[in-house]
């Protein structure tokens, strides 16, 4: 695995893969690697693609007063995992290297940005768009790979692709990995007390109860969302945010399911904010 820093040195390395007839799958992270980063790599790395990874806590999907300057970073233990999964190249700039003097263009996105995180976080996913976009443009990679745990991000970076014709990356949506509990995996666990590390499966829980809901045929979007409310009030140290039915694609709140539909959730436990998903079954059409 070759760590490089710069983009030049990036695409450097991915021309010199590339000459050698290998296809790239780019994977975008901030780092702090647990089971589901090592499952993106693993998905990027199937029918033979050289895996780029990047490591970048890009400051500008942060808020003043948001945990930026407390963001686990590791970039010892990441390479080694990294390595481990055998990864090709670690592109790891640093914010001056994105971000240089007199930076001055950035991507701004609506449509499934607006509402859900978009709302708590006003600017998070102009700075995740711009990121990405970057990302995109400096590897052009043949594939790019992203977790379903972000939800409302993929459906953001989905329309941006579209709308900047970076579409001919084909995108990868890996599934949610969770802890054996069900916690969904997080860079920010870490910050969990263990109090609060047992609240924080309410989230999971109310989940799969309204996935059990919907499997068993409730259409009812309302009632689903009511089952997760119900379990997160049912736990003091859990503070809900917001839980909503969406359609997955334009991210715009759904009263039935008809078409793919994900139930996004988001909680405060103690300082921590937690988001979690599922994807619920599109019910048979009659
Ligand atoms: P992050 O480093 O948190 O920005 O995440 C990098 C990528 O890993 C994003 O595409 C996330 O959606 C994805 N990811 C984070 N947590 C999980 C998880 N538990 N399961 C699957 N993908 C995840």
Redesign the pocket.
Known sequence: MRTVRTVAALRAELARLRARGQRIAL???????????L??MRRAAQDGHAVVVSLFV?PTQFAPGEDLSTYPRDERRDARLAEEAAVSVLFVPDADELYPEGFATTVTVAGPAQGFEGATRPTHFAGVATVVAKLLIAARPDRA??????AQ??AVIRRMMRDLHLDDVELIV?????EPDGL?????NVYLSPTERTAALALSRGLNAAARLAADGERDTARLEGAVSATIAAEPACQLDYVAAVDRDRFHPVPELAGPTVLAVAARVGTTRLIDNVLLPTPPTE
């Open positions: 994977v975008p992270t901030m780092g702090a690697f647990h089971a589901g980063h499952d993106l890009n790979v992203f977790g379903q745990k972000d991000q993929v890996a599934p949610i990995v969770r969904a995996m997080s860079s920010r």
